[in-house]
């Protein structure tokens, strides 16, 4: 045979093998598509990957907090849905800001009928023109530092809480967001020197809110609630009430204020929203007592500013008020001739 010859035959077996291929390829196709089609018919996903079939028990373990592998295996597990989130969601957004907002709005209530029902609570014998040293340069400045930060952090506070349901319809998506951005900035860095403040309070302060037998006595009798004269020491109950309250709480933010401005130092996400949730309980709780406590220690009774002003504070109001503290001070000799307010000096420290 010839050269040609040998073409002709090397060209019809090649022939042969390309029509073989095609015609098995085309059978593998449509075997495959309809092995594809059963599969899928049935709820799964060829490739041997987990799809429709397993989607519920995939939930269910995400849900559970299953950590899996995402993206990048360096990283390690991770988890993909924390459930713990929707919960702290749910009381923060839930039980925490509404029940919050009640007591807020039942302090000013509360407030407000005492001073309809008691009216402001004045000096009954008037003034004696003689005044009593009530506080230090030291206890002023640390009360005025710490109710300073305490009434811009309030506020912010209340802002970051409560703005989107309360300012945001009045202000405006614009408006609020900077506020809201400006509130939040403010808290967190403000935070911080609110600590040192609750702890300088407290070395001052705890000394003359120790309570005493004469605390029951005040509370038997109702306090500053009724115009009868109820003895006490520098602090009446009411007074050691709210410091050992604003203590408290003032930990409780102090603590929980850390993490939520340093979230590297907790060791987990559930750290994070127990303490956005101490934090806000405990500060609802503070701020509600202040609204009293302001309202008291300002316009509510004659002469009590002073003290904070001053540093001194007229001696009836003293005897009226604080008089076994008065008889203790008067026996010692702090008593001065100028009239109380008068004077913006203090003793030596």
Not at 18 to 24: E, S, T
Not at 90 to 97: A, H, K, T, V
Request: positive net charge.
């Amino acid at each position: 045979m010839n050269g040609s010859t040998y073409r002709r035959i090397f060209s019809r077996i090649f022939m042969v093998l390309l029509l073989a291929y095609a015609v098995g390829a085309g059978l593998t196709a449509t075997l495959q598509l309809d092995i594809t089609a059963q599969a899928q018919s049935k709820g799964e996903v060829p490739g041997n990957a987990q799809g429709n079939a397993s989607d519920a028990e995939l939930w269910r373990k995400l849900r559970q907090g299953q950590p899996y592998s995402i993206s990048d295996p360096r990283t390690g597990p991770r988890v993909v849905i924390q459930s713990q989130g929707e919960t702290w969601r749910s009381l923060r957004n839930g039980p925490i800001s509404t029940y919050g907002g009640y007591l807020l709005m039942a302090a000013v209530i509360a407030t407000l009928a005492f001073f309809l029902i008691r009216g402001r609570v004045k000096i009954a014998g008037g003034r004696s023109g003689r005044a009593l040293s009530r506080f230090s340069t030291t206890e002023r400045v640390i009360h005025w530092y710490v109710a300073s930060l305490f009434v811009l952090l309030g506020i912010t506070g209340l802002i970051i809480m409560f703005g989107k349901i309360v300012l945001l319809p009045l202000l405006g998506k614009a408006a609020f967001s900077t506020l809201a951005s400006a509130s939040l900035w403010a808290h967190n860095l403000l935070g911080p020197l609110f600590i040192l403040g609750i702890i300088a309070m407290f070395t001052v302060y705890v000394k003359d809110n120790i309570y005493k037998a004469a605390d029951l006595t005040w509370i038997l009798k109702g306090g500053i609630f009724f115009k009868t004269h109820v003895p006490s020491w520098k602090y009446n109950f009411g007074e050691k009430c709210w410091f050992w309250l604003a203590v408290v709480c003032g930990v409780l933010l102090s603590m929980s204020g850390i993490l939520l401005d340093f979230p590297s130092l907790a060791e987990s996400r559930e750290q994070m929203q127990l303490a956005n949730m101490v934090h806000s309980i405990a500060a609802i709780i503070c701020v509600s007592a202040s609204i009293a406590h302001i309202y008291l220690g300002t316009i509510g009774v004659e002469g009590a500013l002073e003290g904070m002003t001053a540093g001194e504070v007229d001696e009836n109001w003293a005897k009226e008020h604080h008089d076994l503290w008065a008889q203790e001070v008067m026996q010692g000799g702090e008593s001065s001739g100028t009239p109380a307010g008068a004077a913006e000096t203090s003793p030596a420290e």
